[in-house]
C-alpha cells in the first residue's frame, strides 16, 4: 500500500460527459502528479501541484483541469469526454517538489468512455 | 522535447535465464529513476542512480547508469515468476520523462 488514495477505481461513462477523479496524497506528502496510462503506453504526464499551487503541466488536453485543496487532495476533471481518453489515471504524490523525488503511486482510476 | 525510450518493448523470459533491458535518453540525464509496475497494479519505485557509471544491485536485480548519463540498463538474473510486470525507466532532465516500458512475461 502506497498511502495514495485514488477513487474512484472504475468510471464508465458516456462521450460528452464530464467526470472527476479524486487523489489523497500519503500523509505529509505536498505534492500530487497525474499521469495517464493508455493500453500499451507509458505514462504521459500531465500535471502537478505542490501545496496548493500548479507546479508544472504537461501534455494535459484543455479539456482537462484539475486542482490541489488546501487539504492537499487533488481533482482531476476530464469534460467533453471522447472514446481516445479511455485510459488508466493514475495520481502520485512527493513530500517536496524536487524533481529527483521518488514518486508515490495511487493503484489508478479506470475511466472507459462508451 | 526530451525523450526517454526503451527497449525491448516485450520481453519473454524463460524462468531461470537472464535478460535486460535498456534506457536511452536524447539528453543528459540528471538522475535516473526505475518503477515496477506489476499486472493490474500500480509503479512501484525500484531505485535512483545519480552518478555517471553507477551501479546498484538489489538481489538478482543490477541497475547500470551509463557513463553519459544518457542511458541506463536493468538486468535480472535467474528470472522468477515474480519478475512479471512492466519496467518503467525515468529520466530527469528538468523534469521526469517515462519511457514506454518494457513488458515481461515468464515461461515456467
Known amino acids: 500500500d502506497s498511502g495514495v488514495t485514488q477513487t474512484p477505481k472504475h468510471l464508465i461513462t458516456a462521450t460528452g460527459q464530464r467526470v472527476t477523479l479524486r487523489c489523497s496524497p500519503r500523509?505529509?506528502?505536498?505534492?500530487v502528479y497525474w499521469y495517464q496510462q493508455s493500453l500499451d503506453q507509458g505514462l504521459q504526464f500531465l500535471i502537478q501541484y505542490y501545496n496548493g499551487e500548479e507546479r508544472a503541466k504537461g501534455n494535459i488536453l484543455e479539456r482537462f483541469s484539475a486542482q490541489q485543496f488546501p487539504d492537499l487532495h487533488s481533482e482531476l476533471n476530464l469534460s467533453s469526454l471522447e472514446l481516445g481518453d479511455s485510459a488508466l489515471y493514475f495520481c502520485?504524490?512527493?513530500?517536496?517538489?524536487?524533481?529527483?523525488?521518488?514518486?508515490?503511486f495511487g493503484s489508478g482510476t479506470q475511466l472507459s468512455v462508451l | 522535447g526530451q525523450q526517454v525510450m526503451q527497449i525491448p518493448q516485450y520481453q519473454h523470459v524463460q524462468e531461470g535465464e537472464d535478460f535486460t533491458t535498456y534506457c536511452n535518453s536524447s539528453?543528459?540525464?540528471?538522475?535516473i529513476q526505475w518503477y515496477k509496475q506489476r499486472p493490474g497494479g500500480h509503479p512501484v519505485f525500484l531505485i535512483q542512480l545519480v552518478k555517471s557509471g553507477e551501479v546498484k544491485k538489489q538481489k538478482r536485480l543490477t541497475f547500470q547508469f551509463g557513463e553519459a548519463k544518457k542511458n541506463s540498463s536493468l538486468h535480472i538474473t535467474a528470472t522468477q515468476t515474480t519478475d512479471v510486470g512492466t519496467y518503467f525507466c525515468?529520466?530527469?532532465?528538468?523534469?521526469?520523462?517515462f519511457g514506454a516500458g518494457t513488458t515481461v512475461t515468464v515461461r515456467a
Open positions: 539528453t543528459t540525464l540528471s538522475n
Open positions: 500523509s505529509g506528502d505536498l505534492s
Open positions: 525515468a529520466g530527469l532532465h528538468y523534469k521526469l520523462s
Open positions: 502520485a504524490s512527493s513530500f517536496g517538489t524536487a524533481a529527483d523525488e521518488k514518486l508515490f
